[in-house]
């Protein structure tokens, strides 16, 4: 089945289930033929070189041959070929074959073992990609929206809102067959810029206050100076950042590149500031560093928040039913398998990279923030 969302939460507990093989291919893709190209050979090795696992490993004849059938039905899809993104994720197993075709950009990796590896779109899933925009010059100003899996699109305003800086100081002037609002002249300037960017602020608060009530996503604002400022200076709720530049020469794909570039540092200390967090309750039993406490705390849902590092080399088994856990080189991803447990009492989960969490806390593993202490 082709997918051309990220998964919800409840698909990720459904792939997370233990299978007996489980084959997960990465990779990035283009939308061209030549891409097309790549990704189809990039697959079919990563499949070729599972059947050779499953050999070596002494797996049956027929659970090769499954893989095989598993291969062609994708190599005969050609709605999957021809509709690439940037990213390809697929899964097969003895039960199912899935695809996730995705404008997420996620790092080639593949694994074969008796977890699908979850761990590129738990981060995906849980890590913040949404964001709102507001693009403002004296001739007018927008509002756009950036989500997990959409580029960025203007919002849709649905209250009677001056549309630039003379509309919102009652100025007008005609230029040729064009009517162009301007400001008058200099002397007043800056009082009406500063008009300007309080009755823009009352908008963008009552637009987003309709949308996002609880101001729990960032607001990008590009603007030249002295507008941006001026509008900063207004103190929505929202955490605002200032892009500086002209708004008005950017074309959607490059407003939504420079979102994405600075989601990620938004990001970093929205959390490391969570982390200080969950640390000062490190000595009251509410925050925990050790895999072993972590995972009997998840599989008792008493983990309220899990941070853990995607890449760290963790290996073994959980047992869902105990929490008790083996440390195993040869075994699956342990982290993703608590933080799914997690996921599946109700918590919130964060998977990170490397430096992205600087509180003092932070051990480079994981940190679990407690509902209660364990007992």
Known sequence: MI?????????????????????????????????RELAFTTVKSAVDAGIRELRAQ?????????????????????????????????????????????????????????HFDLAPLV??????????????????????????????????????????????????SIRGRKLLRRLGGDEGQKVLLERYAQVVAGAVGAELGRIDPQASLPLFVFANDPLGSMFLSQD???????????????????????????????????????????????????????????????????VGTLIYELDTDVKGSLDASTGAIEFDPDGDDLLTQIALEVLRNGGEVRAVRDGEITAEIWNGRLLAGLRHPLV
């Open 58 to 114: 002494g797996r049956p004849n027929g659970v090769q041959e499954l893989f095989r059938v598993k291969w062609q039905s994708l190599a005969e899809d050609d709605a999957l070929w021809g509709n690439l993104s940037r990213s390809l994720v697929v899964f097969i197993a003895a039960d199912l074959v899935e695809e996730y075709v995705l404008p997420n950009e996620f790092a080639p990796r593949t694994s074969l073992g008796t």
């Open 123 to 172: 981060r995906a899933v849980t890590t913040p990609q949404a964001a709102f925009a507001l693009t403002l010059s004296s001739d007018g100003w927008n509002l756009w929206r950036a989500t997990e899996s959409a580029r960025v699109s203007e919002v849709e305003v649905v209250g009677d809102h001056p549309d630039d800086a003379a509309d919102a100081t009652n100025r007008m």
């Open 236 to 302: 929505l709720p929202w955490s605002t950042e200032w892009v500086r530049g002209a708004p008005d020469e950017l074309r959607p794909d490059e407003l939504d590149q420079a979102i994405r570039e600075r989601i990620g540092s938004h990001n970093t200390v929205t959390l490391s500031d969570r982390a200080d967090e969950i640390g000062n309750g490190f000595a009251s039993g509410l925050a925990v560093i050790d895999v072993a406490q972590a995972a009997r705390a998840a599989v008792a849902g008493a």
């Open 3 to 35: 997918h051309h969302e990220l998964p919800t939460v409840d698909d990720l507990l459904r792939l997370g289930a233990t299978r007996s093989d489980s084959l997960s291919v990465y990779l990035p893709t283009e939308p061209t033929p030549r891409g």
